[in-house]
């Protein structure tokens, strides 16, 4: 990427197109890093739609959602972190990815030993066949959508286990 000052061109390209393009685009386009692209729309007091999400960053958020992560999505968009979960769920309002109730039906597993760590809650449906000391490896963008969707179990509890791009989530009463 280059380090020289902005010519004409590139500016009125850049006033032209910062509403229209996603900031991957741009910043091909104009052979900028995207930090470079965002401090100048800056200074020229160009604003970008909030919600705006191109064809192309939706796409990578359908082709990907269950693959990799939230923040490789992220990456990979150019978004932030809060806005790639919040298009996933209008995402999945829309019908566009799989809703909670349509997740993989993970392999329930007994015998694997109890770690000792975070205690969660909110894993409904999964967990409702779970017997003290099963668990499962589920990974981590499903268990986010869980955790922040379903009620507790209060009379449940569940320790997690980060491996990887993965959880293991077990029962432990």
């Known amino acids: 990427m280059t380090n020289s000052h902005w010519k004409d061109h590139a500016l009125e390209y850049l006033k032209e197109n910062y509403q229209a393009l996603d900031i991957n685009e741009l910043s091909a386009s104009l052979n900028r890093t995207k930090y470079a692209i ?12 909030m919600s705006f999400f191109s064809n192309r960053e939706d796409n990578i958020l359908i082709e990907n959602y269950g693959k990799i992560t939230i ?20 995402l999945r ?5 799989a809703p909670v109730s349509q997740l993989p039906d993970y392999n329930i597993e007994s015998g694997i030993p109890i770690p000792k760590g975070t ?41 997690t286990k980060k491996e990887n791009h993965h959880r293991r989530i077990w029962r432990i009463i």
Do not use: W
């Not at 923040?71 to 209008?90: D, I, N, P, Q």
């Not at 499903?142 to 009379?155: G, I, R």
């Open 71 to 90: 923040r490789e999505m992220s990456e990979k968009t150019g978004k932030s972190y809060a806005s790639v979960c919040k298009r996933l769920f209008l």
């Open 93 to 97: 309002q829309r019908g566009m990815i």
């Open 119 to 159: 205690v969660s809650r909110s894993l409904r449906q999964v967990l409702k066949k779970m017997n003290p000391g099963d668990s499962f490896l589920m990974e981590d963008i499903h268990y986010q959508t869980l955790v922040n969707q379903f009620p507790s179990f209060p009379e449940k509890k569940f320790a």
């Open 38 to 49: 965002r401090s100048k729309a800056k200074e020229l007091k160009l604003t970008a739609p």
